[in-house]
């Protein structure tokens, strides 16, 4: 009988940095790329250094005075230094997912002032292009249909990287995340349509509460289980992926009607051409660079194509995006592929270990297991040594794959998302009133996330441990009940579903408030759960 495999200890998605709780305020500090780079070559202060220098030297660093040189000056407005800093706001779930929360509550209360509500509704409702072939969108169309497509592509790019040189590429290490993924979508739908039986309406919205939002998610609980270590974060980065893949896939089956198949062949051709030159553009910087930019923007006119042929066809065009990302090729690192039979022959890891470059092992040396488990992170911790900066892909040429997500990601996480939040939540609650108590939409999609997203998570996870799957390692009762809840939170998913569902109808604001109202309750209950653990930890201190 092969070894019953346990769910990595390591983060799913090299990009994200603000894993480690304890490194929290460190994270937040701006990014400063000159004090990365001379980080590991800058001697130890000593009294020697700091006598030698005259008392009225100007500091070099403009992070320690007030205004630095002028070099230091131009250096921080460099446009890459403000890219830098971009990516890394957009790749910080808890200020990503704040922001995006901020600009949906700013848009449910600007809707319904009276002196903001009437002039919100019409700009919502402008067509700021008039173009043909069915085009003439208005502006908030635009974003659920258009910009949202970013949103999209970068789900499909982490996917393709996941696939590549994620944990998704082990299927003994995300079977556990993917039935756990399973059984937050059904039970959610069970309990949606028990509430809304009898109504044909109310039943479209069947898939409105079956989505994760990763990024309230991971903020969540970094926020509220400090305790949890990387082994859950990357589970619940894992299980969030397979739930954006099962909503996709609803999405495509459940809400879109083929008009016109014809256009299919069409949108076949757009995502050859997308990856042909995709893959022709990073090849051709060898040769030529002014040939990387003509077969940029030939890709570019390949996925536009894709996208208007889908949304012809009578599906959601914002699924070109997925392909796209899927179809975009990517390389496998070579600390990757070291790591696989390493981690094939030893699949049993209960405690997590710290990560050694591997570029500090001399060459032919094969992976060995001489090194003792490591129990406490803390007691072992060398000098300067610091997790969030820990990069498993050493290789300093990256792939299109991952060229494309670095570039797209401050654009989805900073502009995308908190604009498609913003206009999706721009309801007037004037004609709901007393009646939402009663709404059998609005319960349906509340207790359908605060309900049935823990409890099928939480049913599927017992039934793995009686098939003899581990849970992740260093978790506890308590935090895997936490983590549950939390993936009650939905968000961008859930809106766009609840669009597509009730578009048009008076549900629309009754499922939207319900993917609002059940999202706070997750966070809530939570909260509530942490209180007793957070007053014996100050009795104790």
């Not at 030297?57 to 002028?70: H, K």
């Not at 300067?384 to 996480?413: Q, W």
């Amino acid at each position: 009988m092969p070894p019953t495999p346990t769910f990595p200890t390591f983060s799913v998605n090299p990009r994200r940095q603000d894993y480690d709780d304890s490194n929290s305020q460190q994270n937040l500090k701006p990014f400063n790329p000159r004090q990365s780079d001379s980080r590991s070559s800058d001697p130890q202060p000593n009294s020697g250094a700091s006598d030698s220098k005259p008392s009225n030297a100007q500091p070099s660093n403009p992070q320690r005075g007030r205004g630095g040189s002028d070099r230091d000056r131009h250096n921080r407005l460099h446009p890459s230094n403000f890219f830098a800093a971009l990516s890394f706001l957009a790749e910080n779930d808890r200020i990503t997912g704040l922001f995006m929360m901020a600009c949906a509550l700013a848009g449910l209360i600007l809707a319904n002032l009276p002196e903001t509500g009437p002039g919100l509704n019409a700009l919502a409702a402008w067509i700021p292009l008039d173009l043909p072939g069915g085009l003439s969108l208005s502006l908030k169309d635009w974003i659920q249909d258009g910009l949202l497509t970013i949103f999209f592509l970068t789900m499909g790019l982490d996917l393709r990287q996941e696939a590549a040189t994620g944990t998704l590429r082990d299927h003994r290490q995300v079977l556990l995340p993917m039935l756990a993924a399973l059984g937050g979508v059904a039970v959610p739908i069970l309990i949606y349509c028990l509430f809304n039986l009898g109504s044909p309406a109310g039943l479209r919205g069947w898939a409105v509460p079956t989505a994760t939002d990763v990024a309230f998610s991971l903020a969540a609980l970094q926020l509220l289980l400090p305790k949890a270590g990387p082994a859950l974060q990357a589970f619940l980065m894992t299980l969030a992926i397979f739930d954006d893949l099962i909503g996709v896939l609803l999405i495509a089956l459940g809400y879109s009607s083929l008009g016109q198949p014809s256009w299919l062949l069409v949108c076949l051709v757009g995502l050859v051409v997308w990856a042909l030159l995709v893959r022709a553009a990073s090849r051709s910087s060898r040769l030529w660079r002014p040939l990387v930019f003509l077969c940029l923007l030939g890709a570019l006119a390949g996925g536009l194509l894709a996208w208007y042929s889908l949304f012809k066809a009578g599906i959601h065009p914002v699924l070109a995006g997925v392909a796209m990302g899927l179809l975009t090729p990517v390389a496998r690192s070579k600390a990757a592929e070291a790591e696989e039979p390493s981690a094939r022959t030893a699949p049993n890891i209960t405690e997590p270990t710290e990560h050694r470059p591997t570029d500090t092992k001399p060459s032919g040396t094969e992976p060995t297991e001489t090194h003792p488990p490591v129990t406490s992170q803390a007691n072992t911790k060398p000098a300067g040594f610091e997790p969030t900066e820990i990069e498993p892909n050493r290789n300093p040429t990256l792939s299109p794959a991952e060229r494309l997500d670095h570039f797209l990601t401050p654009l989805s996480a900073l502009v995308v998302l908190p604009l498609f939040a913003f206009f999706s939540l721009s309801i007037s609650l004037d004609q709901l009133g007393p009646r939402l108590l009663t709404d059998r939409v609005f319960w349906g999609a509340t207790l359908g996330l605060a309900l049935g997203k823990p409890l099928g998570i939480m049913t599927m996870l017992i039934l793995a441990g009686r098939l003899g799957l581990r849970r992740p390692a260093g978790s506890t009762t308590g935090n895997m009940i936490g983590l549950c809840q939390l993936c009650g939170i939905g968000f961008t998913m859930s809106f766009l579903i609840a669009n597509l569902a009730f578009a048009g109808s008076p549900h629309l604001e009754s499922s939207l408030l319900g993917v609002l109202a059940g999202s706070v309750l997750s966070v809530l209950i939570v909260a509530v759960g942490t209180i007793p653990g957070r007053l014996r930890s100050a009795r104790h201190t």
